[in-house]
């Protein structure tokens, strides 16, 4: 079993449709969580970054953690076709030690 | 604007070829991380350093590759002799002090031929 899982996609929805993106993860360690995206033939790009659990709101993205099911979202409202990427969860623990989920390929169709 | 940066960018070379690609980190951050990204396998950490020292070079084949931090503006990454198999896109990322989080660059695509 990976430490992270992330469904891979891909994940096509219409314009103004509310993204739901989602990892799980095992170890227990990781403290740190974020949320990065990345276009084609570029790096990623860190888009969230939250440490507690909760919920943290960006203009149209709300990056949500539950540390007690292990369970990390990422939600897009009113998406655009500029939303069009793949997006990559990644957590670490105290050290520093980050694992990133496999990245899940959305489109936003117009 | 702080960035890292990557060259070359883009790198065609033929099997037994040594390849060379560095790395510039954000001025300020002490952990340079790196990683080769494929469509089967998605992201593997390769090597990371903080304060220059190498800390983990667990995921990379030791007998081709070899990872350095001459100073603390460059990091470098070296694949002596270079396969096919070695055909990927490698980014380096660099961190800040506090070790959460992670800035990458553009990316080095590597093709070997």
């Known amino acids: 079993q990976k430490e992270v899982e992330q469904d891979p996609g891909p994940l096509s929805v219409p314009e103004g449709a509310i993204v739901s993106l989602n990892c799980t993860y095992s170890n227990s360690a990781f403290q740190y969580f974020m949320w990065y995206r990345q276009y084609s033939r570029k790096g990623p790009e860190l888009l969230m970054y939250?440490?507690?659990?909760g919920n943290k709101e960006d203009g149209r993205f709300t990056a949500q953690v539950d540390k007690s099911s292990k369970y990390i979202s990422l939600f897009i409202r009113d998406s655009q076709p500029s939303d069009s990427a793949t997006y990559l969860c990644a957590m670490s623990d105290r050290k520093g030690d980050m694992r990133f989920g496999a990245g899940t390929r959305l489109t936003v169709k117009p | 604007d702080a960035r890292v940066t990557q060259t070359p960018r883009d790198k065609v070379t033929e099997m037994g070829q040594e390849v060379t690609m560095r790395c510039q980190p954000i001025l300020g951050h002490n952990t340079v991380f790196w990683y080769r990204q494929t469509m089967m396998q998605g992201l593997e950490l390769l090597a990371y350093?903080?304060?220059?020292?190498?800390?983990?070079d667990s995921g990379m084949p030791k007998d081709r590759f070899s990872a350095e931090m001459p100073d603390a503006t460059l990091a470098t990454l070296k694949i002596q002799p270079s396969e096919p198999r070695d055909s990927a896109v490698y980014f380096c990322a660099s961190g800040p002090p506090a070790g959460e989080t992670q800035y990458f660059g553009p990316g080095t695509r590597l093709l070997v031929l």
């Open positions: 350093f903080r304060n220059r020292a190498p800390l983990d």
């Open positions: 939250t440490y507690s659990s």
